[in-house]
Each structure stands twice: as C-alpha cells, then as structure tokens.
C-alpha cells in the first residue's frame, strides 16, 4: 500500500474558480479587475481545456454580413433552437451582450477571418436566422482560449493552479466557503478557502461511449454543485451532435464541425438520397442539430446507412482550395487519422454525444447557484439553451455569463467582511474518502467505467423509452455501490487510475440524475426523445426539471414552473407570425 | 487480431526504465489508443496527458521511436509491427512520472512577453484585411505542444533555461513564433525588439530549422517568425542610420 501524506496546503483568495475554460477565464478575469484576489483551478494545464476543441465559431449578431441581423433575431432564434424551455431572460442578455464580448476579445489580441471590408467575417450555422458566427478557419476555439488566457496571465491578482482538481466543495452552515482537491503532478491535498466560488467546469459526455469530449468531461461541477444542495436542472437534455466521426473505431466520436454543413456540406444516404429534404425541407442541413441527429439516426435504422453505420457528408463541390482554406483541421483530421480526403469525396459521420444543456440552475443576472456564495458559468450552468443548443452559442455564452459570473462572485465577495472559517471535520471527510482506493482491494476502476459508457449509450442515448430508463436507473444504482469499492496500484503521484476513481463516483451521480429526468419528461423534445412519448405535450412546454439532493443522500427529480416571458418580447414571436 | 508490441518508458523525476506490453491493433489506431489499452488493461496508473485526440490542444506530446510527434496523431500502422515500438516522453523538460513531462518553464516565459496592446481601442474604427492577418494567423495556429521547444538543440542539448540569468536563456522557438505574432499583429503598437534580442536570446538560434520540421500545424516558424525578427532585430541595433539618430535623440 502506498503511504500517502495526508496535510494539506492552504491558500486563501476572495474568489476561486473552478476551471479554466472560456467560462472559468473570463470570470476570473471580470473578478480580479473588480480588484479582487483570485484563484484559477484547472484539472489540465492552462489552455488545454474543451474550449481549446471549439471549431465552427463564436455567435453574435454582429450583422458584419447580414445587416438585418440583431439581438432580437438572434434571441428568437435561440429561444426556438431550445423548444421554448430556456430562461428567457438568460437567452436575453446573451443575445444583447455577445457582440460587446467579441469586441473585447479583438481588443484582448484575438484575430478573426475577415470581411473583404475589413470587418469580423460571420458564416451561417444551424438555427440561426442570419450569418452569425465569427470564426478563425475551423479553430476558433483555441484563438478564444489563447486570447484569454494570454489576457489573464497578464491580469494582476489572478493566481493560476494547473493540474489541480478540486474533489469536494466545503460548506460552513448555508455557504460555500471552501474547495478540496489534490495536485495531479505530486497527489498532494490543497485546500482553497475563498469567499466566493465560480464552478465553470464544463460538461458530462465522459459518461457516454460515443463522445467528443476528453477524459475532463465528468460532470464534476455538475456533482460538485448537487452535492452541497445545489438545484440542477434540466438534465435530460444531452445534445447528441449530428455529426461525428464512426470510423476508424479510435477516433468514433471525434467531432466533424457543423461548419461543414455552414459551407455548403450536403447529406446523403447508402441510396444516395439527400435525405433531410424529407425531415426539414426548408432549412434542410442547416436545420437544428437535434433535428439533423434524429434524421441520420433514422436514415441508419431503417438500412440507408453507410458502410460503418453512418450517413455521408460532401462538401467536395466546394473545391480542393476553398475547403482547405475554410476547414482546414478537418481535411487534416480526415486524411490523417481516417485516410479519407474530404477534397475530393464524403466522409462518413453519425452523431455523436456532445454537449449537456441541462446543469446548475443560475439566477440570469448574476450567475449565482440556489446556494449563496456558489455562481456557475459555461457548460456546467443550465437553463440559457433550453432544450437543445445552437451551434456557437456556447462560446458566445461563456464569455457573457463568465463575465457576469465573475461580477456576480465578486460583488457577493466585497459583501464578506473576511475569508469565512472552514469546517475541518469536512475537510477531513474528503480526505478519507481520497486515500480509500489505495487502502482496500477491488475492481478497476477502468472496468466500471467502460461499463457505465455502455449503459448510458444504450439505454440513456439518442433515443429512450420507460423501460430502457428504469433500466438504467436500476444498473446506475449498482455501478454507484461498486464504484465505492475500486482499488488501485501504485502511487500518488499523477495517477490516472486514481483520478478516475474519483470520477466514476462524479458521472455515476451525474448519469442517474441525466435518466431520471429522462424519465419524468413523458414527451419528446429538443435533445430528449421517446419512443414512447414521441410528440411535444403542452403540459411539458411549461416547466423545467429540478433535480436536488435529499437529506438521507438520495436524488429528488422534480419540476419548476417556466419563469414567463415579459409581453414585450412575446410579442417579436406574435409579430414574426404575422 | 494484429498484435503491437509497445516499450513505454515508465518513471519519475528519479529515473526509470521501459515496460514493454502488447496491444490488439485496430484499424486507424493511433498510439495514443495503444497507451490507453495499456492504461486500462495493465497499467491504471500509467502518466500520459490527452485532452481533444485531434491533434487540436497539444498536450500529447512525445516522442515515438525517438521521433517528437504528437501521440494522438500518430498511427500503428506506419509501423513495423514487428518491432516494438518506443514511446518516450519529450526530453527537453524534466519528467514528472512516466510521459508526463514539467513544462511549466513555458508559462514563465510567456508572462514576460509585453500583451496585446493596441493603439486604438474603438474596435468598430479597426479596417483589417484578410491579407493583414494571413501571418498572424498562421503563428496564431500555435496549439502549444512544445515539439519545437523539445527538438531545439539550444533548449535541449544547450540547456538555455536559465530564467534568472538572460546570458543563459533562450525562448524558444514557440516564443519567437508568439514574439512575432504580436509584433506583425496590424494594430499592435508594443516593440518587443529589445526584448527579443536582450531577454529572448534571439542571437542563440542558428537557424536549423528543427522547430519547423516538427510543428504539427505546418507554422513556418523560422522562415516567417524567427528571421524576420532577427532582421527588426538587426534593424533596430545594428543599422547605423537608425545608431546615429538614437544618439541625437537619446532614444533607446
Ligand atoms: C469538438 C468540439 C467542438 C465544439 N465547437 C463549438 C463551436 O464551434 N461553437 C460553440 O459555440 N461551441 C462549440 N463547442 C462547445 C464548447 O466548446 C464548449 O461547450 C465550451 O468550450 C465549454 O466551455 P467551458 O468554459 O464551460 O468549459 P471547458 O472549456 O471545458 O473548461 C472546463 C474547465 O474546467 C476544468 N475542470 C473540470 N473539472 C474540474 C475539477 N474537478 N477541478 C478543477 N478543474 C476542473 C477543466 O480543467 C477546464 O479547465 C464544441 C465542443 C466540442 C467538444
Ligand atoms: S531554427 Fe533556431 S529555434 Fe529552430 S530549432 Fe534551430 S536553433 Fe532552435
Ligand atoms: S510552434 Fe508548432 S511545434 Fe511549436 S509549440 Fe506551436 S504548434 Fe507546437
Ligand atoms: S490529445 Fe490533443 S493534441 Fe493530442
């Protein structure tokens, strides 16, 4: 067994954020230019988070290309992407504040494709009414991280922990006031004492076999959150991407960006049908992506598949230059890892999971949890995207509601008069419940996780049904009692077998409350399907699920009425009819 | 089923050894999936870094069968399988366990490069053509992987890593490549020239261009980043137009 030390560090700052993504960053930034002290936690190295994959670009209506364009469309726009069931003030100010955010990042170094004018070049993507999406080729993503990260770097009163993954967030009374964790390089504990804390940490597709999303995406900000008495909500919403990868089997997954479809991709089945003239003619492969992955998905069922079970997308009549200048990280993606070259024929794709709308229920103007002193922001947070996503609304979203996370934490933090006390009792718990694995014999780690993928895709995936469900939650309960009994080898020092040791804890938590909720919404919508349920029901068109933890430790699924929408934007729906 | 045969280098700062174990080999299978296998089947403990396996973020890195090349990008089948292959972590930073590598002396050295500084703030007045920005955007390319930083002999056989001593430093490649990107960026109006010479230790690269053959995203770093800041380098401290007005002027 090996001998674990088990002190612990201690910092203090006015606010810890707790990942440093798009989200984690700009928040930290926003915290410390209001003159407060600042802790940046990530579980990679800085710079390497999700928000590094982004690829089709960052939503604003800019109208750069479209004039017509205007925070109104785009509100509209995204509040029908998400079948009505999004906060509207959230899809609101998101709409409104965008641009200013991209405005900033130009300032901040980023340097986007431009128009022959000189202006931020926008490209069309799914769902949106208008050229929307300011982009860098097919790497948009890493310019937005890089100009962040570039910016906080050199932001005084922002110190950056990297390799550090927060495992328990530490509750004095009603408030947080504490994050746990351990240094990945040397498995040392690290406490973080602040008076405020940002969870920006991200989604949950780890819990998935077919993913795009890497080893970070465990839902720890979700579980986190849950875990002090946090509400989460609308958890069934997973957004299954329509296009991934299916072949070769180790990179099934890998994310083909919608901007394939922006420039001009068509789909096709095995019979050579451009099939999404059937399911949605008018908008055809730029509909939205719950529509486009239930129509590959049936194209599949039914036999029109391709070879490796998949449909095929073609974007080769835009030429070998052009397709190269504007996807550049796809051409190389498929000609290295699939030999497959997208210039001159289709690749092969199917959907893939992706994204979770569902997550730490936020008050829309200050990001803050149900619990005070706890903000969330980015993929973690719920309720902006309703009941699926449009494409480039994410990034869009991190940067207005890391902002606003940042302000929200920082101005709850000047109302802390000093760094409140921590319970040591609590700290001591996590620590116990980190040195387990090393002490007890049992199953790897590894082992369950592959299994607990599995389950989820099969019976929590694309499409579902009660007895899948029911199912599911059953096994869940299982995998959550052998998940308490793993073991492993070797030593502290940066141990991924440790790590997810921790993890699967994380996602199995995670995964019952994604099939519960599954369960309670006898309807079909947006990123949820059932079989047995297959229409909208107007019952469900009113309220959001609330997810919450009892008191005896055990999940209660339940639902929250839509907060309504003010008449002044109903009517921009009413007149659009008109 | 195909069968690799893998020889990982398993250690810690204190030294080590290689491991050999065998994979099945599925079609497409880049080495990155090899050392998953290996994680899940034999080895939980095993210290690798990943995050997009898509040759997107650069954390990868390493070096197979001595060649610096980013795990996930690399396939099993541009190999002799029936020879094992030899996977190591990059060697220009010190190992922390296994093929995870200390690379935080790279943060350090971006902190002391001036930001973005632009010399109008009203973005909405900016006019930037694409071909403006064609090279910035190429250095902009940059996933941080450090292979250039690996292979560059002045890091990694002249260990110029001195943070306290600037006789003793060279950025690196990478950094030249990020000097450049703001130096070059149309709305900069930062000089980062003395620092290039003074503190980078620009003097120190000879121009092999190691860097270039190993950058995964194709970035022309000596030809478009490095020569041409040693010539703004040239410029600004050898030129003797340029000597003569600093001295009238008592400008630096
Ligand atoms: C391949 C791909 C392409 C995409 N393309 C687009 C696109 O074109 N447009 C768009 O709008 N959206 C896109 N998305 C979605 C978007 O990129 C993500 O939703 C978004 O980047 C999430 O950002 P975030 O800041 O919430 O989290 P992330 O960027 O994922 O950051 C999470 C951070 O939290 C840290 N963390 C997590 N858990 C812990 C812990 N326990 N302790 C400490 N730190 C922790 C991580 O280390 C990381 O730093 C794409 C997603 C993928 C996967
Ligand atoms: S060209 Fe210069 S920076 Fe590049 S490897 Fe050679 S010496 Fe190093
Ligand atoms: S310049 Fe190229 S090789 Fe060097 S760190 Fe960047 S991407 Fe990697
Ligand atoms: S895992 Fe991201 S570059 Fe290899």
């Known amino acids: 067994m090996a001998m674990i030390d088990t002190r612990y560090e201690t910092h203090e700052h006015d606010v810890i954020v707790v990942g440093a993504g798009g989200a984690g960053i700009r928040a930290a930034i926003e915290a410390a230019e209001q003159g407060l002290r600042v802790a940046l936690v990530c579980k990679s190295l800085l710079g390497k988070a999700h928000t590094v994959m982004a690829e089709g670009g960052i939503a604003a209506a800019m109208g750069n290309v479209d004039p017509a364009d205007n925070w109104q469309v785009h509100f509209m726009d995204t509040m029908k992407g998400g079948k009505f069931l999004n906060n509207w003030r959230m899809a609101q100010i998101h709409a409104q504040e965008a641009p200013d955010r991209i405005r900033e990042l130009e300032l901040w170094g980023a340097v986007f494709d431009r128009t022959p004018d000189g202006k931020i070049l926008q490209r069309p993507f799914g769902g949106h009414t208008y050229r929307r999406l300011c982009h860098v080729g097919d790497r948009t993503g890493l310019e937005i991280i890089r100009t962040l990260q570039d910016k906080a770097v050199h932001t005084p009163n922002i110190d950056v922990f990297m390799e550090c993954t927060i495992s328990h967030l530490i509750k004095n009374g009603d408030e947080v006031t504490a994050a746990f964790g351990y240094w990945r390089e040397t498995g040392k504990f690290v406490l973080f004492k602040a008076k405020a804390v940002v969870l920006a940490t991200g989604g949950i597709g780890k819990a998935f076999k077919v993913t795009s999303n890497s080893w970070e995406y465990t839902g720890d900000g979700h579980v986190l959150a849950y875990d002090v008495g946090a509400d989460l909500i609308d958890m069934e919403f997973v957004q299954f991407h329509p296009t991934g990868m299916v072949w070769p089997p180790g990179v099934a997954g890998l994310l083909v960006t919608e901007a394939v479809r922006g420039e001009g991709g068509i789909l096709t089945n095995s019979k050579g049908e451009r099939f999404m003239e059937k399911y949605d003619p008018a908008r055809m492969e730029l509909s939205t992506r719950d529509i486009v992955a239930k129509s590959i998905y049936t194209e599949v069922k039914e036999g029109r598949g391709s070879p490796h079970g998949g449909v095929f997308l073609d974007v080769s009549h835009r030429g070998a230059d052009y397709v190269k200048r504007r996807l550049p990280s796809m051409y190389h993606q498929f000609k290295e890892l699939a030999d497959v070259d997208i210039t001159t024929g289709p690749m092969e794709v199917g959907p893939t999971t992706h994204y979770v709308m569902g997550g730490v229920k936020v008050d829309p103007e200050t990001a803050q949890s149900t619990v005070p002193g706890l903000f969330a922001a980015g993929e973690v947070a719920g309720g902006m995207h309703g009941a699926n996503r449009l494409g480039g609304n994410s990034l869009s979203d991190l940067l207005v509601f890391g902002r606003r996370a940042g302000m929200g934490a920082a101005t709850y933090a000047k109302g802390v008069a000093s760094i409140p006390a921590v319970d040591e009792a609590a700290v001591q718990r996590a620590i116990a419940e980190m040195v387990e694995p090393f002490e007890r014999k049992g199953e790897n780690p590894y082992t369950i996780h592959q299994e607990l993928q599995m389950m989820m895709q099969a019976n929590v995936g694309i499409v579902r049904i009660d007895a899948d469900l029911r199912k599911a939650i059953e096994q869940l309960k299982r995998i959550q009692e052998r998940a308490k009994t793993t073991s492993i080898s070797g030593s502290v020092t940066y141990n991924p077998g440790w790590h997810l040791a921790k993890d699967l804890k994380t996602m199995a938590t995670i995964s019952e409350a994604v099939a519960r909720c599954a369960l309670q919404r006898t309807e079909s919508r947006g990123g949820h399907t059932r079989l047995d349920y297959a229409e909208y029901d107007p019952y469900w068109s009113t309220v959001n699920s609330i997810v919450r933890k009892n008191a005896d430790g055990s999940m209660e699924v339940t639902t929250a009425p839509l907060p309504v929408m003010p008449e002044e934007l109903k009517k921009l729906f009413e007149e659009e009819k008109r | ?252």
């Open chain 2, 1 to 252: 089923m195909a069968e690799a045969r893998l020889k990982v280098y398993r250690g810690d700062s204190g030294g080590g050894q290689y491991v050999e174990y065998k994979v099945p080999v599925e079609a497409g299978m880049v080495i990155l999936d090899a050392i998953h296998y290996i994680q899940g089947a034999y080895a939980p403990d095993l210290a690798v870094r990943w995050n997009c396996k898509a040759a997107k973020c650069g954390s990868c890195s390493g070096e197979v069968n001595g060649k610096p090349s980013l795990m996930c990008k690399t396939r099993l089948d541009d190999f002799d399988l029936s020879e094992p292959i030899e996977v190591r972590p990059i060697k220009t930073f010190p190992v922390v366990k296994d093929l995870v590598t200390d690379v935080s002396w790279n943060y350090e050295i971006n902190k002391r490069i001036v930001p973005f500084t632009p010399t109008n703030t009203n973005t909405d007045e900016w006019k930037i053509y694409q071909d403006d920005v064609d090279r910035v955007q190429e250095f902009r390319k940059c996933i941080e992987c450090f292979l250039c930083q690996n292979v560059c002999h002045v890091l990694r056989n002249h260990d110029k890593k001195d943070l306290d001593d600037p006789k003793h430093l060279f950025a690196g490649p990478r950094f030249m490549v990020r000097i450049a990107s703001l130096e070059m960026h149309p709305m900069d109006g930062a000089n980062r020239v003395p620092f290039t010479k003074n503190e980078a230790g620009i003097g120190y690269c000879n121009i092999t261009k190691c860097c270039t053959e190993v950058c995964p995203e194709d970035i022309h770093i000596t030809d478009n980043a490095i020569i041409p800041m040693k010539e703004r380098v040239v410029d600004e401290f050898y030129d003797p137009v340029l000597m003569i007005w600093r001295k009238m002027t008592g400008k630096k």
